[in-house]
């Protein structure tokens, strides 16, 4: 067994606190705020106050309150693992174009955990009837409700949820939903659907071999390596840890429960430690989900908690969900497009592939991917490359597009320009059936889904985009600063540029005109009359493609 605290490779959660801070994306937040009406509200409206992503910060609540005048001695953070990419970028350590690659390196190259004896997030432990009753066990911890007005509760959001398969004994984390429903009991939302909740798996398992419970640990504020997994949907039989330790290339340091035998993260903030019944199930929510719309009332698993573990001054962490973007779409999207390409570009071996782009405002990033190719690459590998993107996961790609790298997939006016132009109905369209509805709101009676497979690249040349020239918008936004008009922010496309169909003739024709000299185009044209064709009748289907 290794000492007790042993040294790590990486950060715990409040190290990439200050990291965050030195870096300027933390805002602390001393005032009183009430967890219960304004907390998430608050950090809500940098989503939807047209910040833009980089100005988005992290922010720490350190005077919480709530709804009943109490007021809490830990602080609260949000937005601390993803409330934008760079804050992710923190927590990963490594440059943001090296994210896809460090995901790739730790699926291929998982690290076995440290198993310690003594860690930090047991320095304070609660059992037994300091559990129950107002103001202990869970009631004493400022867990916020997340969408005032329609939560039915409070809800822990930032959870790594783990469980172990009975019979393998191989442990999971996912990133599930945990609502209050006492001070010693939680209604936990593990998904059931095609490609959902792994813990969900699990607890089949359990309940198939007779066993009235399953053991289930909540970790919240866990090391950012280890949180990131929980999201991430791995394969059954891969333990997340051993995937964090590869992210880190450090092992992460493990512990066994306190009171079952489920080892997690030794530096998590705290622990929530318990029993899921196998046999009985209790309404849970109504609670804003991920997907953007209030989830109703569902039957969901009753854990019923047999200790509280924590720091001595731990850090409750809480994400900002709901309508996207998010902290939790922007956990998903960083390390989604990445597996996405890999896929398409390792896995396929598609040729041509530059980028995967998953839509992340309201759609919640798993309904309309968009993969970038180049231009002229053939189209069985776009269609090769459509099919493995919408097959890749169940619940991603109801619409899947494939664009060239000329069309900016993050601007919807570029896309319906490439759908107005490139993608003929009859014939660039495919729809495929049965599939699972996937990750959304349960409205009517509809089981099934599919999706629409759409080649929106160009089939050939065109002509150049009709914009001025690069070299005429660059110096015409000198001008315009220079006679102190409103700031402007470049919009995709915002210039000309050649798309094939255009030759040297006609580049010397426009060279002409902007040099003044358009009468000589015109003495040249006089040149070249003809008769006997009717008026809009393409020069090039008389005279050729043009030479100089």
Known sequence: ?????????????????????????LVTIDEPVNKDTELHPLVRWQYRGGIPDAERKAFLFTNVTDAR???????????????????????????????????????????????????????????GADLIGENKGLDALPV?????????????TATNVVTRDPDTGVQNMGTYRAGLKASNRLAVRMASRTGGA????????????????MPCAIVVGAPPAVAYLGPQKLSPDRDEAEVAGALMGAPINMVKCKTNDLMVPAEAEMVIEGLVDTEYLEPEAPFGESHGHIALEDYNMIFEVTAITMKKKPVLVSIISQVTPSESSVIKRVAYEPMFLAHLRDNLGIRGIKRV??????????????IVVEKGIPATEVWRALYGAASLRADCGKYVIAVNDDIDPENGDSIFWALAYRAN????????HHRPRGHGPKSGNVTQDGSLLIDATSKGDMPPLALPKREFMENAKVLWEKLGLPPIKEQSPWHGYDMGDWFEAWDENARRAVEGDYAENGRRTAQRRVKDVIPETPVRTVEGDPEL
């Open 1 to 25: 067994m290794a000492n007790a605290f042993p040294k790590r490779g990486y950060r715990d959660l409040q190290e990439h606190l200050k990291a965050l801070d030195e870096a300027g994306l």
């Open 69 to 127: 005048g109490r007021k809490f001695d830990i602080p609260v953070v949000v937005g601390a693992l993803a409330g934008n990419q760079e804050i992710y970028r923190i927590g990963m350590n490594v440059p943001l174009e090296e994210i896809g690659p460090t995901w790739e390196r730790a699926m291929n190259a998982p690290i076995p955990p440290n198993v310690v004896e003594e860690a930090p997030c047991q320095e304070t432990v609660i059992t």
């Open 144 to 156: 916020p409700i997340s969408t005032p007005g329609y939560d039915a509760t409070a809800y822990f």
């Open 198 to 213: 792994g813990g969900y798996l699990h607890w089949v398992k359990y309940q198939k071999r007779g066993d009235k419970t």
């Open 357 to 370: 782009s998953l839509h992340e405002p309201l759609t919640n990033i798993r309904k309309v991917i968009f």
């Open 425 to 432: 109905v009859l014939s660039d369209v495919e729809i495929l």
